[in-house]
Nanobody
Framework: VQLQASGGGSVQAGGSPRLSCVIS????????VGWYRQAPGKQRDFVARINSGGVTTYAESVKGRFNISRDNTKNTVYLQMNRLAAEDTAVYYCNADVWVHVRRWNYWGQGTLVTVSS
């Protein structure tokens, strides 16, 4: 199973980039997928998650600005980020719980850097 995150880059404050996380692998069923971020010198923090039923949860710091969604036909989860500010600068990682046959595994993607400039 592989998670490929993309969509990061340099963004102006107030911008609205969209991150994508493509999950690939044979005979998998994707359960909950989340986004986390790690700012320079800080711990990795939870940002948002979406479960297999489409129920979403957000960190307070992004609630109302970010939107997580999934396209099950493409095994892809998106993070639409709006009204970005400097404090949103971080490496963003996707994380997924995946069923492989009868066992549930947890995987991390490689991260994509988002740099917000004013």
């Amino acid at each position: 199973v592989q998670l490929q995150a993309s969509g990061g880059g340099s963004v102006q404050a107030g911008g609205s980039p969209r991150l994508s996380c493509v999950i690939s692998g044979s005979t998998i069923s994707i359960a909950t997928v989340g986004w986390y971020r790690q700012a320079p010198g800080k711990q990795r923090d939870f940002v948002a998650r979406i479960n297999s039923g489409g129920v979403t949860t957000y960190a307070e710091s992004v609630k109302g600005r970010f939107n997580i969604s999934r396209d099950n036909t493409k095994n892809t989860v998106y993070l639409q980020m709006n009204r970005l500010a400097a404090e949103d600068t971080a490496v963003y990682y996707c994380n997924a719980d995946v069923w492989v046959h009868v066992r549930r595994w947890n995987y991390w993607g490689q991260g994509t850097l988002v740099t917000v400039s004013s």
